[in-house]
């Protein structure tokens, strides 16, 4: 079973179904395995959930503005 895992910002369950529906799709094409097989984790974590080099994300934005 192929895992696809999508790690971004804030979806809402509208953008979450369309973009399932869409790397579904376009990995069943590329790959040409059942789109039934493919399974897509979003991860759409808060910018306090997330590091980068050492900083929280939500530091680095709040610095920046």
Known sequence: ????TF???KLTGEQKAELVEQV???A???TDI?????????RD???G????????????VSQAQ
Do not use: C, N, W, Y
């Open 1 to 4: 079973m192929p895992i696809i």
């Open 7 to 9: 790690a971004g910002g």
């Open 24 to 26: 579904t799709e376009a």
């Open 28 to 30: 069943h094409k590329a």
């Open 34 to 42: 059942h789109k039934d097989a493919f399974v897509v984790i979003i």
């Open 45 to 47: 974590g808060a910018q």
């Open 49 to 60: 959930s997330t590091g980068v080099g050492g900083d929280l994300l939500a530091d680095r």
